[in-house]
C-alpha cells in the first residue's frame, strides 16, 4: 500500500525557515517523480514544486524560486522541502504526491494527508 | 488568478449530468495532458483522472474527461450526493516549466 507520510510544519514567523519532509512507503522510491502542493486556507490547490527520480531535475513555481528547495534521498525514501524567507502568504496545508513515472508532471496519483505551515508573528 | 480557469460553482440535482469545464492556453491545456482531482471537506485531494479521458482503478464510469484545443471538462453523469466536492483540473505549463491548477470548482448536489 502506498503511503506519503508528511512532517515538519508548524508555526514560524516571517522572514524564518522550515523544513518539511515526506515519507514514502509501498513504492519504489527512487522510480518515481514525487511533488508538493499547497493549499492556502479556503483556498485552491498551488503546484509548488517537482522533482525527478533520480533528484537531477526539478522545478519550482515563480512564487516559490529562489526561496524554496526541494530535494529527496533515495536511501532513506524520503522527500523534503526546505522553506526560506518565508511569508505570510505560505500559509497553507503542503502535501506530497507521488508521481507514477520518473518525469516530474501533474498526473499525482497518492496523497499524503498534509502538513501546516502557518508564517505569523 | 488561476492559470487555468474554472467556474467557481457548479450544481445538479441527484441522477443529473453536470460539466466543469476548465479553460488554459496554447502552453499548457494544449500541448499536454489535463488531469482532474476530486477534493471531499476535510481530505486530501484524489486523482479522478488522467491523461485526458482516463479513469484510474476505483472510479466510477459516471466520471469522464474530454479535451479539445485549450479547453478540458469533466462531465459526471447520475449526480449522487456524495459527488458533492472541490473539482480542481491541473496541466503542466511549458511556458512556466512547472506544473498549473485551476482554481476549483464547488460542486454542490441539490
Known amino acids: 500500500e502506498v503511503q506519503l507520510l508528511e512532517s515538519g510544519g508548524g508555526l514560524v514567523q516571517p522572514g524564518g525557515s522550515l523544513r518539511l519532509s515526506c515519507a514514502a512507503s509501498?513504492?519504489?522510491?527512487?522510480?518515481?517523480?514525487v511533488s508538493w502542493v499547497r493549499q492556502a486556507p479556503g483556498k485552491g490547490l498551488q503546484w509548488v514544486s517537482g522533482?525527478?527520480?533520480?533528484?537531477?531535475?526539478?522545478y519550482y513555481a515563480d512564487s516559490v524560486k529562489g526561496r524554496f528547495t526541494i530535494s529527496r534521498d533515495n536511501s532513506k525514501n524520503t522527500l523534503y522541502l526546505q522553506m526560506n524567507s518565508l511569508r505570510a502568504e505560505d500559509t497553507a496545508i503542503y502535501y506530497c504526491?507521488?508521481?507514477?513515472?520518473?518525469?516530474?508532471?501533474?498526473?499525482?496519483?497518492?496523497w499524503g494527508q498534509g502538513t501546516l505551515v502557518t508564517v505569523s508573528s | 488568478q488561476s492559470v487555468l480557469t474554472q467556474p467557481p460553482s457548479a450544481s445538479g440535482t441527484p441522477g443529473q449530468r453536470v460539466t466543469i469545464s476548465c479553460s488554459g492556453s496554447s502552453s499548457n491545456i494544449e500541448s499536454n495532458y489535463v488531469y482532474w482531482y476530486q477534493q471531499l471537506p476535510g481530505t486530501a485531494p484524489k486523482l479522478l483522472i488522467y491523461?485526458?479521458?482516463q479513469r484510474p482503478s476505483g472510479v466510477p464510469d459516471r466520471f469522464s474527461g474530454s479535451k479539445s484545443g485549450t479547453s478540458a471538462s469533466l462531465a459526471i453523469s447520475g449526480l449522487r450526493s456524495e459527488d458533492e466536492a472541490d473539482y480542481y483540473c491541473?496541466?503542466?505549463?511549458?511556458?512556466?516549466?512547472?506544473?498549473?491548477f485551476g482554481g476549483g470548482t464547488k460542486l454542490t448536489v441539490l
Open positions: 504526491a507521488k508521481i507514477p513515472m520518473t518525469t516530474v508532471t501533474t498526473y499525482l496519483d497518492y
Open positions: 522533482i525527478s527520480g533520480s533528484g537531477v531535475n526539478t
Open positions: 491541473a496541466a503542466w505549463d511549458d511556458s512556466l516549466r512547472g506544473g498549473v
Open positions: 509501498g513504492f519504489t522510491f527512487t522510480s518515481y517523480a
Open positions: 491523461r485526458n479521458n
